[in-house]
């Protein structure tokens, strides 16, 4: 049997009974190691656990999924996953691929940022289309998800915004050579992600200086529009914190994980009322 488990988001102990259970009696275990990260890192969970973990990396996991999935056919082997299961693609793939040899799965789920972020107060039936962004650099400047912001707010919903990590990245150097080496593990803060959108609106904004104010896309972000910072939610040190997009470029939350969330134009009073306790000006809300 091929299990995938849920670890949840906090710390060891955030992993459910069911899933405890399965990992003490597999064969090997797996904890993946580049979708997300727990704050606790891999000793605290080996300690918690009471075994040792196979760290699966992205060149394992989409290079050598089969190494994960040997010998599952007659042995329990299980693979760990911050969060929920199904939080990522790759995860689907990993269950199609042992589908494809005849391994049975199971999935253990648990807790995951897409439920949790309901703790800064935003209801979570009000959410649209979740998306990503991503690290740009002098020669890679994406803005499609900026799109899909604007989207979700022209139908009132709020966008989960999940920021970028970079975990075992290889230099482009060494990709051209036989050793590979790494770049520093990065993650996105919600500093870097108001950067990056205020660049973006700048550059719509003169985009948009030509065209007849008709045809402008008046549902866009601007410099004073609402956002929510979050950082390792469902952590003993979590931060919740509402300001405007200027003012959270300067914001700074601590270690990540960081999320960022663009509520609607248009909050229920009780979700109002909910975010005021983590702005430092209510007016902000208001």
């Not at 800064?120 to 962004?133: A, D, K």
């Not at 002098?138 to 799109?147: A, C, R, V």
């Not at 104010?213 to 390792?232: K, M, S, Y």
Request: with cysteine; proline share 4%; aromatic share 6%.
């Amino acid at each position: 049997m091929f299990y995938i488990i849920g670890l949840g988001l906090g710390d060891p102990e955030d992993i459910t009974v069911k899933g405890l259970n399965i990992i003490k009696q597999c064969e090997r275990v797996y904890l993946e190691s580049y979708t997300s990260v727990l704050c606790c890192g891999q000793e605290k969970l080996e300690e918690f656990y009471g075994r040792k973990l196979i760290l699966a990396d992205r060149e394992m996991v989409e290079q050598r999924a089969d190494d994960i999935l040997e010998g599952a056919e007659s042995i329990s082997v299980a693979f760990l996953v911050v969060g929920d299961p199904f939080g990522a693609t790759t995860h689907t793939d990993l269950m199609l691929r042992a589908k494809e040899k005849g391994i049975k799965t199971s999935i253990v789920h648990n807790a995951s940022i897409m439920n949790a972020v309901g703790c800064c107060g935003l209801q979570l039936y009000h959410f649209g289309e979740t998306v990503s962004i991503p690290y740009c650099d002098d020669s890679w400047k994406p803005d499609s998800f900026y799109d899909k912001i604007v989207a979700n707010l022209k139908h009132g919903l709020h966008t989960l915004c999940l920021l970028d990590i970079k975990v075992k990245e290889p230099t482009l150097e060494s990709l051209m050579k036989k050793k590979r080496e790494y770049m520093p593990p990065r993650f996105m803060s919600v500093s870097e992600a108001a950067d990056q959108l205020l660049q973006i609106v700048a550059k719509r904004s003169d985009e948009e200086a030509g065209v007849q104010p008709d045809q402008q896309n008046e549902h866009g972000l601007r410099e004073n529009t609402l956002i929510v910072g979050l950082a390792r939610v469902g952590h003993d040190t979590q931060q919740i914190l509402a300001c405007s997009l200027s003012e959270m470029k300067n914001v700074d939350l601590g270690p990540p994980l960081h999320s960022l969330i663009i509520p609607n134009g248009q909050l229920h009073p009780l979700e109002m009322e909910f975010l005021q306790q983590f702005a430092e000006l209510k007016q902000q809300i208001l």
